[in-house]
């Protein structure tokens, strides 16, 4: 049976507890994203608890609308270990389904101010029905290194020591 998750490690030149507040900002997302896809974060609270939800505009030209939104659910929340989410969309009867694909960061303290980033995306409790008409993975493997060189990038502090703005500004 082929593996139905994909991971990808890197280090990160920051500390933990600063890598870890990058991911937990929905707002850096779109700056994050190894893909193109996400475009902006429609909950911009960040993330603090297990079961939260949070909303992130999207755009891919081979979806039916081209834009669109999913809403993330908060499966894991250990900072400043790891963060993850399962991805759905909300109904219009504002119920939550979820398609089985989750997203997780495992960040290790590799010292003062590195860090040990995985990302993983893993599918395997995805259904049959949603299988027919989404191929998974939906990207290649080199959009979670993608994505971990922007979060890279977002975590080196700038000459005044402050973390560069993400996409609207914010730090």
Same mark, same amino acid.
């Given at each position: ?12 030149a ?6 870890f507040a ?11 994203d ?8 429609? +909950?911009?609270?960040p *993330?603090?608890?297990? @079961?939260?939800?949070? !909303?992130? %505009?999207?755009?891919h030209p #081979?979806h ?23 991805t759905?969309?909300?109904? +219009?009867?504002?119920? *939550?389904?979820?398609? @089985?694909?989750?997203? !997780?960061? %495992?960040?290790?303290?590799? #010292? ?12 395997s ?15 290649g ?18 000459? #005044? ?7 609207d500004?914010?730090?």
């Amino acid at each position: 049976m082929p593996e139905e998750n994909v991971s990808a490690t890197l280090t990160v030149a920051a500390p933990t507890a600063t890598v870890f507040a990058v991911l937990a900002d929905p707002t850096t997302h779109a700056a994050i994203d190894g893909t193109g896809w996400v475009r902006e974060a429609a +909950d911009r609270a960040p *993330l603090t608890e297990v @079961g939260q939800v949070f !909303r992130m %505009d999207m755009y891919h030209p #081979g979806h039916p609308n081209g834009r669109y939104q999913v809403a993330n659910q908060v499966r894991w929340l250990d900072p400043p270990r790891a963060i993850g989410w399962l991805t759905g969309q909300e109904k +219009d009867d504002g119920r *939550l389904e979820f398609g @089985g694909w989750t997203w !997780r960061y %495992d960040l290790a303290r590799l #010292g003062p101010a590195e860090t040990g980033v995985t990302l993983t995306y893993d599918w395997s409790a995805v259904p049959p029905s949603v299988r027919e008409y989404i191929r998974f993975p939906p990207f290649g493997p080199e959009h979670l290194t993608n994505s971990l060189h922007h979060l890279a990038e977002l975590t080196v502090p700038t000459s #005044g020591g402050r973390t560069p703005a993400g996409p609207d500004g914010v730090r």
